[in-house]
């Protein structure tokens, strides 16, 4: 049913469709996470590992949030591989996963770029679309990748 909050139709579907590319973005950096915590190796296995772990459970709830709030503007989220890989900004790692560097530079560009793409959508959320409540809500979430990129920074000397 369609969600009558004073947000016209074609901008809400507009707003959808950022919350729909962004949560294609936070599903494939949370695979891309796990990815990192099955298979790092080195002196720091094991505080990268749990590491890993923590970054992509607070990615798990970011996923079921940003999926939620396309259902409050009364619009489906996508919920395929399929098509979270057709709209993403960012790529799959299918090679070997395993040099702790190169993984936390990997993970941490991820976050970087889904930064510096929720601060571009965030002008057209306010300005064009009017919608108040999702610039509040992908602001939250821009700060939780700002903290989790700071974590990841202060690995790489
Ligand atoms: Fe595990």
């Known amino acids: 049913m369609k969600a ?3 947000i016209k139709a074609n901008n809400l579907e507009k707003v959808a469709d950022i919350l729909n590319t962004l949560l294609a973005d936070e599903f494939v950096l949370c695979t891309k996470t796990r990815n990192a915590h099955w298979n790092v190796e080195g002196p720091h296995f094991y ?6 772990e923590l970054q ?3 990615l ?3 996923i079921d949030e ?5 259902r409050k503007l009364g619009h489906f989220s ?3 591989l399929k098509d979270f890989l057709a709209v993403t900004h960012l790529s799959e790692d299918s090679h070997r996963f395993s ?10 560009s991820d976050h970087e770029a889904i930064i510096c793409s929720i601060r571009q959508e965030l002008n057209k959320v306010t300005d064009t679309y009017k919608d108040a409540g999702t610039a509040d809500f992908i602001t ?6 700002e903290k989790m990129a700071w974590m990841l920074r202060a690995h790489v000397l």
């Open 99 to 108: 040099d702790s560097r190169k993984i936390i530079q990997t993970l941490l």
């Open 78 to 80: 996508l919920g395929s």
């Open 56 to 58: 992509y459970e607070e």
């Open 140 to 145: 939250g979430i821009m700060e939780q990748h």
């Open 60 to 62: 798990d709830e970011m």
């Open 4 to 6: 009558n909050i004073d």
């Open 66 to 70: 940003v999926a939620e709030r396309v």
């Open 47 to 52: 505080d990268l590992h749990k590491f890993f």
